[in-house]
Structures are given as C-alpha cells and as structure tokens.
T-cell receptor, first 113, second 113 residues
C-alpha cells in the first residue's frame, strides 16, 4: 500500500538530547513537510522540501534540522537548542503542483522530560 | 500570505448538514483552498479542494464565493464519526520557495446525537 509512515508513534527523551524523527513515503512525491502541533493549536510549518537535496525553513525552524538525501525520506532532528520540544510532530508529502493534496502520516508524539 | 479565519467551534445535529465557513480574503488568483480534518491525535485527512468552481466528492461539497474571499465546506448528512477539527487551508505559491500549506487553528465540529 502507498502511504507515508512516521516512526515511532511515541518517543521519550531526556532534556538536552538530540532526537531524530523518521518520515518515509512511497508515493513518489517530490515535496515533503514537517509540522508541529501543540495542544489545542493548529499546525505550524517547521521545514519543507520541494526536491531532493534542497529544503526551506518554515515559520518555526529554530532548534530543528532536516535532511533530504533520498526522495522517500525526510528525517527531522529536534536539537537541544529547541526550547519547548514536547509536541505532536506531523510529516506530510505531496506532488509539487498547486492542484494536489498533501498526505499526512499519523504523527509522532515527542515528550522531553 | 493568504491566511484563513474560521470559527473555533460548531455543533451540528446528527443527520443534518454541517456548514463550515472560512474566510480567506487575501487569497491570490492561483491559490487553491483545501479542507482537511483531524480526529484527535491522528494525522489530518484530506477532504476536498478547489480554485474557483464549486466542488463535490463522496465526502463533502465545497462552495467558493465568486470573489474567492470565502468558502463553505458542507457535510451533507453529518454522522458522529464526523466529529473532528476541520482546517481550511490556502496553498501559497511562491516562486522563490515553492508551494506551502498554511494551517490555522481550525473549527472543532461536534456532531450531536
């Protein structure tokens, strides 16, 4: 089945540690996105990538880093510089035209203690 | 940027039509309006999108005003499973950085038995 997979679903880390969230898609989509969602809030864009080996900062990129070495994969690293890392993280992918929908993974809930 | 404004919450009786409004007064001519919904702690699910004309699919109908400054998502016969947060999104096109989806805080729809 085609789709977008995030792993793990739940992740716990100690404060000060970097952590990498996985996002893989087999939809042959060029564009991929990372969003953050806090309780009762909408989605805020962290990073996005329109093509392999290229990515752009979204509205809240500080404290995060990404890579796009393969079309299928867009991992997100939450660094120790991120002041409030506990959140629900969502990955999405889409074709690059304006008339195409984005498909979302089921999210990773990160808790930093 | 073309951002959206939605009421924070709405109720709808089961079996009745749910009409969810959205304002996007700064939308540009080539930017599409998308609707997604999110059930608690899951990834957003695509519902429908459109540019100028009204659209209908098996899930919902989308009515876009002639001036494109607002739209309405219609769920024709709401069921309890339609209880979710509904996001109206404008996909922003930029020559320099490609296309992005901008999410607001959405409308929390509660379908009442």
């Amino acid at each position: 089945d085609g789709g977008i997979t995030q792993s793990p679903k739940y992740l716990f880390r100690k404060e000060g540690q970097n952590v990498t969230l996985s996002c893989e898609q087999n939809l042959n989509h060029d564009a991929m996105y990372w969003y953050r969602q806090d309780p009762g809030q909408g989605l805020r864009l962290i990073y996005y990538s329109q093509i392999v080996n290229d990515f752009q900062k979204g509205d809240i990129a500080e404290g995060y880093s990404v890579s796009r070495e393969k079309k299928e994969s867009f991992p997100l690293t939450v660094t120790s510089a991120q002041k409030n890392p506990t959140a629900f993280y969502l990955c999405a992918s889409s074709l690059t035209g304006l008339n195409t929908e984005a498909f979302f993974g089921q999210g990773t809930r990160l808790t930093v203690v | 940027d073309a951002k959206t404004t939605q009421p924070p919450s709405m109720d709808c009786a089961e079996g009745r039509a749910a009409n969810l409004p959205c304002n996007h007064s700064t939308i540009s001519g080539n930017e599409y309006v998308y609707w997604y919904r999110q059930i608690h702690s899951q990834g957003p699910q695509y519902i429908i999108h459109g540019l100028k004309n009204n659209e209908t699919n098996e899930m919902a109908s989308l009515i876009i005003t002639e001036d494109r400054k607002s739209s309405t998502l219609i769920l024709p016969h709401a069921t309890l499973r339609d209880t979710a947060v509904y996001y109206c999104i404008v996909r922003v096109a930029r020559l320099s950085t490609g296309n992005q989806f901008y999410f607001g805080t959405g409308t929390s729809l509660t379908v009442i038995p």
